[in-house]
């Protein structure tokens, strides 16, 4: 059985003491239940991992003693950035969860023409880190040390412009060819429209900064269940899930 795993944002010393934040705390005192002299793995989401051991759990206060650090794993040699269309409730939770499971490098949420979320101010700050707590929490579940970044919502436009990646690929039911040939590239950009699809404006400002279409076959997907598919295909094409 493997031992549980938590985020903390913290440095991770072997030989040191750590207090864990109060979600982690809660986490393991109420809903594992765990006790003192019980062992857990602690990753700082910079890439490190520790072994620990609990030293005092109370309900409010849980210790721990880090026995030893290592570098994790689980990260994919390719490095890719999703730029996903915002989609409402708990979809684009789906999205993010399985995105950083298939080990997506940074994701950012879009606004495009046909998605029918706008956030701002204090909402849009909340909804943000919402998003990167189940990004921590699928890093816990899945077993990568390495936390991809949610960036701040960002219009469409203002993302193309940054995008240098090596293979640059959007999905679009009207592709010719799958867009997956030639040489293993070091870094992607996958670009997910919402569920009314990229308008036609913005197929060709991404066609401009570089990017190809991607077809996923006969059927029109999700918003939320593109990513998984495409994600998939390019792990198995370009990253780890490469068959030896």
Do not use: N
């Not at 019980?38 to 609990?54: P, V």
């Not at 913005?202 to 077809?215: C, I, K, N, Q």
């Amino acid at each position: 059985m493997s031992l549980p795993r938590i985020h903390v944002a913290a440095e991770l010393v072997a030989g040191g003491e750590l207090i864990l934040p109060e979600a982690a705390a809660r986490h393991v005192a109420l809903v594992l239940r765990m006790r003192r002299g019980d062992t857990l793995t602690l990753f700082d989401g910079a890439g490190h991992e520790a072994c620990a051991t609990l030293v005092d759990v109370d309900r409010k206060r849980v210790a721990v003693q880090i026995d030893a650090v290592g570098a994790g794993q689980g990260e994919s040699p390719l490095v890719v950035h999703l730029g996903q269309a915002i989609s409402k409730g708990d979809r684009m939770d789906y999205a993010i969860q399985k995105a950083v499971e298939l080990g997506v490098a940074a994701i950012t949420p879009l606004y495009t023409a046909h998605g029918d979320v706008r956030l701002k101010g204090e909402r849009q700050a909340k909804k943000l880190a919402h998003w990167q707590a189940v990004a921590a929490s699928a890093c816990e579940q899945c077993g990568r040390a390495t936390l991809p970044p949610v960036h701040a919502p960002s219009s469409l436009a203002d993302w193309l412009t940054g995008r240098d990646e090596a293979l640059r690929l959007m999905l679009h039911p009207a592709a010719e060819h799958h867009g997956l040939d030639g040489d293993i590239p070091a870094s992607a950009a996958l670009l997910i429209g919402p569920e009314g699809g990229l308008s036609p404006t913005e197929v060709d400002a991404a066609r401009e900064a570089g990017f190809s279409a991607l077809s996923l076959g006969p059927r029109i997907l999700r918003t939320e269940t593109a990513p998984v598919v495409a994600l998939s295909l390019l792990q198995f094409r370009f990253g780890d899930l490469r068959r030896a």
